[in-house]
């Protein structure tokens, strides 16, 4: 039998599209996940122009308040924020890093870590804590912290002031609240 040139191309063409094929059906490609959007948040909470999402987290665990009295408001009492403690995971659940404070900390399992300033706030819906923008300062460290820009607390759940008494008569004392909300955190372009 006489094989050509011809014969030989086809052969090998053949013979590369199956190859192809069989490691497609091993390896399926996983469609990409969409591009968080703040499409829909309030102004105020949305990432200005010139950065994009590095980094998509599920904050869950708890904020602790204290039950202190008013300032500049005599014999009057309030339950004051004292600080976050929760689990960062990945969107999948796996855990990546923690959010804890004060002051407020960011912090990835790859040890870097970033604290920030509150640029605004905006209503989420009732019994849950407000949206969220937070301007970064530097990260301590290197690995996913370094180059943050901003980050934004957003599909807030849970997190508010307890609705206990707060008076004279348990100044001091301390509550613990659940809570879960997303954090965005974003790199500039």
């Keep these: 039998m006489k094989i050509t040139y011809r014969k030989l191309i086809a052969a090998s063409s053949v013979l590369a599209v199956s190859v192809l094929s069989?490691?497609?059906?091993?390896?399926?490609?996983?469609?990409?996940?969409p591009m968080y959007s703040q499409a829909n948040l309030p102004a105020a909470v949305q990432v200005p122009a010139g950065h994009k999402v590095a980094?998509?987290?599920?904050g869950a665990g708890d904020i602790t308040y204290q039950c202190n009295p008013k300032k500049d408001m005599a014999g009057q009492f309030e339950w004051v924020f004292v600080g976050p403690d929760a689990k960062l995971n990945d969107r999948s659940g796996k855990q990546v890093g923690k959010y804890y404070g004060p002051p407020a900390t960011w912090e990835s399992i790859d040890g870097?870590?970033?604290t920030?300033?509150?640029?605004?706030?905006?209503p989420s819906s009732a019994g849950n804590i407000p949206l969220q923008l937070v301007k970064a300062n530097p990260a301590m460290g290197t690995g996913a912290m370094t180059g943050v820009t901003y980050i934004q607390r957003v599909a807030t759940s849970g997190g508010v002031a307890p609705a206990s008494v707060c008076?004279?008569?348990?100044?001091?004392?301390k509550q613990i609240v659940r809570y879960q909300a997303d954090y965005i955190f974003y790199k500039a372009v």
């Design 116 to 122: 920030g300033a509150q640029v605004a706030v905006a």
């Design 55 to 58: 980094l998509e987290t599920v």
């Design 112 to 114: 870097s870590k970033l």
């Design 167 to 173: 008076d004279a008569g348990n100044t001091g004392t």
């Design 22 to 33: 069989a490691c497609g059906s091993m390896y399926p490609m996983k469609p990409m996940a």
